[in-house]
């Protein structure tokens, strides 16, 4: 993920460009993500890759001639269309940064010499396979778990002393067992095995990833039940209070999209089970409608107003009254409901 990333320890963090490119057909999931983990690590702007339009792109040809879908694009449903919730709780600062778990120091002597870090980004790197490659003043042996960038900042000092490098217990928030692993913070909770990663903060809740597999996601003030295979929702308050208090709730909810006539067939890629294109299409976008279900434990919320695309009010929809608080039915044409 673009901002897990080791920072220079008193220096800003800027993620120049990055998207979630297509033909993926997981998209939704990155604004979220981008979000709420630069939220945890402190990563100071993300710069989203590219778009030379003003408004929402179609799909089309990557160089305006030859069947194929633009690559490095995101004026889409999915990803421009995931920005509002996302930017708010990013910019308002619902999602709280965590300490660092890693501290490392580094000599500049074994930057010379090109020794292992104690962790790095690479995807090649393996610090039981590079033990042997580290400093030999560290007081950290045998690298640190990758994972350890979902837990909190990751910094570095160059030009520091290897010997006063600092590792948290990752074993507090990484379950192996249970194929999970929680922010420092408590608001974070990454789990690989079901697919899944869930938001818990006071002011911004949701949930991203395979949602019909886990039947239910309870956060503090929100349930969240989705019939998608795949989907994204986030609950984020635009008045700066905890939305169990809030006068006025965004629900954002993102699943998949393609052009009209795409096509896939079976393919081997790499020697495993994969897809190839047979038809890339053409517009306008088509998305998967969303089956998906909100409760939220906030008893001054009356009505619910149905937004356009492009954030302009529409309907008026009734919210249901439960024992459990209120629950909204999310149009499934729709990308944005306010609660008010």
């Known amino acids: 993920m673009p901002v897990t990333l080791k920072q220079v320890e008193g220096f800003p963090m800027i993620i120049s460009e990055s998207s979630w490119v297509p033909p993926q057909g997981y998209q939704s999931e990155g604004p979220f993500l981008v979000a709420a983990y630069q939220s945890l690590n402190g990563v100071d702007a993300f710069y989203w890759f590219a778009t030379g339009e003003e408004g929402w792109r179609e799909p089309g040809s990557a160089n305006g001639y030859l069947p ?29 940064q965590g300490k660092p778990v890693v501290h490392e120091q580094r000599s500049l002597d074994d930057l010379w010499q090109r020794r292992m870090p104690i962790i790095a980004e690479d995807a090649g790197y393996d610090p039981n396979r590079d033990r042997d490659q580290l400093s030999k003043e560290s007081n950290v042996k045998g690298g640190v778990n990758p994972l350890a960038y979902l837990v909190g900042p ?3 000092t160059y030009g520091g002393d290897p010997a006063r490098s600092r590792v948290a217990d990752l074993s507090k928030f ?23 990663c869930k938001l818990n903060a006071p002011k911004a809740q949701g949930v991203t990833g395979f949602l019909k597999k886990a039947e239910s996601i309870a956060c503090a003030d929100v349930t969240i039940q989705s019939g998608n295979d795949y989907a994204t929702v986030l609950v984020v308050a635009m008045d700066d209070k905890p939305l169990a208090a809030s006068g006025k709730v965004l629900v954002q909810v993102g699943t998949t999209q393609r ?36 409760t939220i434990r906030n008893p001054q919320l009356k009505t619910a107003v ?35």
């Open 154 to 156: 990751v910094v570095v």
């Open 259 to 294: 052009p009209t006539g795409w096509k896939t067939r079976p393919a081997k890629v790499g020697g495993q089970d994969g897809e190839e294109v047979a038809d890339f299409g053409k517009a306008p976008w088509l998305i998967v409608e969303g089956d998906v279900k909100v």
């Open 174 to 196: 990484i379950d192996p067992s249970a194929r999970t692993v929680v922010s420092n913070t408590g608001e974070l909770k990454w789990d690989y095995g079901r697919g899944l």
């Open 306 to 340: 149905v937004l356009d695309p492009n954030g302009m009010p529409g309907k008026r929809i009734p919210l249901a009254d439960s024992g459990a608080g209120k629950t909204l039915v999310f149009p499934p044409d729709a990308l944005y409901v306010v609660l008010e």
């Open 68 to 96: 194929s879908e633009g690559k490095w694009v995101c004026a889409t449903p999915m990803l421009m269309g995931q920005w509002p919730a996302a930017a708010l709780l990013y910019r308002k600062g619902y999602v709280r």
